[in-house]
Nanobody, 124 residues
Framework: QVQLVESGGGLVQAGGSLRLSCAAS????????MGWFRQAPGKEREFVAV????????NYADSVKGRFTISRDNTKNTVYLQMNSLKPEDTAVYYC?????????????????WGQGTQVTVSS
């Protein structure tokens, strides 16, 4: 079992920044690639960013490229999502997820472990 706990969400004005954290416990963190997803009210959960097990490879949704940065610290069992230049359309519940498949994926259905989510609200 892997337990994931997100933190760092909140209310921010458009143009502001937030950093989300996701602390993992239960298994060897570096065995898992990590993803961030988000879900706005009435919408499906969508991919935001993913990072490989070593942290050497990342991938982003087009909507966040150049504004968001995913990183991980395998010594602290934590993955981060630095969000800059936030827009009202970034408002959603943000989830981190983990899986130990061989290749990273942007498909939420292929992630086995999920956190409970943290709310991010961007005001205009």
């Amino acid at each position: 079992q892997v337990q994931l706990v997100e933190s760092g969400g909140g209310l921010v004005q458009a143009g502001g920044s937030l950093r989300l954290s996701c602390a993992a416990s239960g298994r060897t963190f570096s065995d898992y690639f990590m993803g961030w997803f988000r879900q706005a009210p009435g919408k499906e959960r969508e991919f935001v960013a993913v990072i490989s097990k070593s942290g050497g490879s990342t991938n982003y949704a087009d909507s966040v490229k150049g504004r968001f940065t995913i990183s991980r610290d395998n010594t602290k069992n934590t993955v981060y999502l630095q969000m800059n230049s936030l827009k009202p359309e970034d408002t959603a519940v943000y989830y981190c997820a983990a899986d130990r498949a061989l290749r990273t994926t942007t498909n939420p259905k292929l992630y086995y472990y999920w956190g409970q989510g943290t709310q991010v609200t961007v005001s205009s």
